[in-house]
């Protein structure tokens, strides 16, 4: 069965960092792309940022661009998102999701989430 | 970037009845990369269709999605009861990647 288990959430003051992790088992992790999508309180999805298969090629949202990293390690089955100078608008619960294929393609798996409260 | 339009915002309906979601884009999404997903209260999404037309892994055939160029619609035949939720549409096309605003079938 395909997992996604997402960790690393919590409460950061404006201005600071945390990373999120998302452990991936039941797939060949190495095959497909991966991304980050959030959803701040009682609003729609946005997507965040994607990584091809390889990790070799990224994208990432206007809002996010120059402060999240987004990264992967194939040998663990782990994705990444490094999130710098958060900002309160950054809240949100953040999904880890599985491409469809290893470039650049809709999310069909989904992780639970996990809760970024930005405040001081 | 594309902008994607649903409506209606809010579609009431009573079980077994059809629903008819519309998704407009800004301009002519890449290859018809367009995405449904449905969201229930405290749940990640669930792809539904992707390709505009093609249906996930263990969707029910309840559920087709229409559509090419920036004009998309998903239609669900007969509301079961589990089918009331909020539905979103995204076009991965081109980056950025894009939602939606979502529409919300209730039960009427």
């Known amino acids: 069965e395909v997992q996604l288990v997402e960790s690393g959430g919590g409460l950061v003051q404006p201005g600071g960092s945390l990373r999120l992790s998302c452990a991936a088992s039941?797939?060949?992790?190495?095959?497909?792309?991966m991304s980050w999508v959030r959803q701040a309180p009682g609003k729609g999805l946005e997507w965040v940022s994607t990584i091809s298969a390889g990790g070799g090629t990224t994208y990432y949202a206007d809002s996010v661009k120059g402060r999240f990293t987004i990264s992967r390690d194939n040998s663990k089955n782990t994705l990444y998102v490094q999130m710098n100078s958060l900002r309160a608008e950054d809240t949100a619960v953040y999904y880890c999701?599985?491409?469809?294929?290893?470039?650049?393609?809709?999310?069909?798996?989904w992780g639970k989430g996990t809760t970024v409260i930005v405040s001081s | 970037e594309i902008v994607l339009t649903q409506s209606p915002g809010t579609l009431s309906l009573s079980p077994g009845e059809r629903a008819t979601l519309s998704c407009r884009a800004s301009?002519?999404?890449?290859?018809?990369?367009l995405a449904w997903y449905q969201q229930k209260p405290g749940q990640a999404p669930r792809l539904l269709i992707y390709?505009?037309?093609s249906r996930a892994t263990g969707i029910p055939d309840r559920f087709s999605g229409s559509g090419s160029g920036a004009d998309f619609t998903l239609t669900i035949s007969r509301l079961e009861p589990e089918d009331f939720a909020v539905y979103y549409c995204?076009?991965?096309?081109?980056?950025?990647?894009?939602f939606g605003q979502g529409t919300k079938v209730e039960i009427k």
């Open positions: 390709g505009a037309s």
């Open positions: 301009q002519s999404v890449g290859s018809n990369y």
């Open positions: 039941g797939f060949t992790f190495s095959s497909y792309a």
């Open positions: 995204q076009q991965y096309g081109g980056s950025p990647k894009t």
């Open positions: 999701a599985k491409d469809q294929g290893n470039y650049y393609d809709s999310s069909g798996v």
